[in-house]
């Protein structure tokens, strides 16, 4: 039996489940009923199927009791009895099984007790076994019919890794600053893909075909790449990094992609724009004072949340907002043009006017220059990154799915109830101190600080 290995990204599945016993021989009869039973569910409630056809089952192990789910991918809404269920990315050993599922059974003890004590790899012990694919065309009791087997496996150890590129900066239209993101001329990317776990990223939507977004990886040759864009451009400006992936993520420690990109933007004479939740920004504090002392530079640090273990739940592997608040500071001290992204506002979550007005007064305590808040108080929703969203609102908050689908249904756009009422007392709170927010203000106040007065700000 021939096996192979695989790297599958996160799926999201509807559907229900079933308790089984000990018993290999009665789960199996438990199991071909239940399937029968949940066919007739998705037709009796008119749930359309993906394209192509295909269906997914589950063994499940949970406290010592072992479950069978029956389920398919979630692109439509779901009654209500239905479950969302999440596959998460990871290593999997692939076996494909030829015939009907009466044969099944054997297949499975066979990989067990031989193909996979065989193999050189060891079974994660997760709450998944095993999982079935049934692709379309597929017949309960035809020996023609086969099944995708697929069994998580620890995954291997691969040293960082490099994706090839060709580019790095692509140019924004410079006769329309005033209404591109920070009034940046250029952007680039570094990295490809965030480790920070941010439950609410748009940046997973599979609009970006960014495979595997929580691993991150380098473009290769970048700084080679990156000098030789410099020294072609004719004119100078400012440099957006971080648009899509912090650039200041853990491995920028050991592979200093963004360090040395710096370096390439001074020597150059451009300017800088960095969005970030990492307080790894602090290494280079340096080199971005000298940088902005010779052309417009302007530092984004992102927080939602003024609590830290809200921040620690919906943003887990970032640092929490005390860290990055202090990390304005600590900007702000060194001169340096910084403020706060607020955002997303997660509706039903932090959308309260405690955490606005918190988030405003430790702005002001840290000396921030401005707070900006895109398109109102919410989050934008689409297709995986959906998914993946409402999977872990199932976890930590148990039926605020429901209000979400009955609020947005399949809405990109998700503003709080109560966005209009936030925004108006976030307004009132910046004005009483003196704290920027509209974007173009943000834009007029670092492009025309002249470089060498800014080093002098009193805070």
Known sequence: MKSEYVHQDD?????????LTTSLQENHLLIKNFWKQFNAKLKSVHMPLTQPW???????????????????????????????????????????????MDQLPETITTIWKQELPASPYQALSSTICYYEVYEEGFMFQSSTSTIQLYIPIQEEVTPFAYLPAKTLLASQPRNSNANT????????????????????CDSRSKCYQVAD?????????ALAILEMELRKKRKKGTIGIGAMSDTYNPFEKTQCLTKGALALIERYGYGVGIDTKSTLILRDIDILKRIAKQYPSI??????????????QIEPFAPVSSKRFETVKALREAGLFTGILLMPILPFINDTEENILTIVQKSHEAHANFIFVYGGFGLSLRDNQRDYYYH??????????????????????????????????????CRKYGILYRMSDIIRAYKSAIPNEQLQLTL
């Open 54 to 100: 295909i269906k997914y089952g589950i063994m499940l192990r949970e406290d010592t009791k072992l479950y069978y789910f029956c389920g398919v991918p979630s692109l439509n809404c779901y009654p209500l009895d239905f479950e969302l269920f999440h596959i998460p990315r990871g290593a999997f050993l692939h076996f494909t099984h030829h015939g009907g």
């Open 11 to 19: 799926i999201f599945l509807v559907g229900k489940r079933i308790l």
């Open 299 to 312: 530092f984004k640090i992102t927080i939602t949340c003024a609590q830290d273990s809200l921040s620690k």
């Open 213 to 221: 977004f929580d691993i991150v990886k380098g473009k290769q040759n």
């Open 392 to 429: 872990w609102l199932d976890q930590h908050y148990p039926g605020l799915r429901f209000t979400y689908e009955e609020h947005y249904h399949k809405c990109y756009s998700c503003n709080s109830p109560h966005s209009r009422h936030l925004y108006k007392l976030f307004v009132k709170e």
């Open 181 to 200: 993101w920070f009034g940046m001329d250029f952007n680039m990317n570094l990295y490809k893909g965030c480790c920070h776990g941010c439950v609410y």
